[in-house]
């Protein structure tokens, strides 16, 4: 029989999410645990402004 998978934690979908961004994807890790696409989907938009920010920020401070 196989076992249930566990929810996951904030810091396994926020790796999952980060993985995703830059294109690396374990198998195994995402059949272990049960991720809602609420978490992702909130994840992944904080992931995206802080990226979006801190490419902002580079560039302001380039520019000066």
Aim: glycine share 8%; no cysteine.
């Amino acid at each position: 029989m196989a076992d249930k998978p566990r929810k996951a934690t904030l810091l396994q979908v926020l790796r999952m999410v980060l993985s995703a961004f830059i294109g690396i994807r374990k198998r195994g890790e995402a059949e272990k645990i049960e991720v809602t696409p609420v978490q992702v989907i909130i994840v992944g938009i904080i992931a995206g402004a802080v990226f979006v920010g801190t490419i902002v920020s580079v560039v302001r401070f380039i520019t000066r």
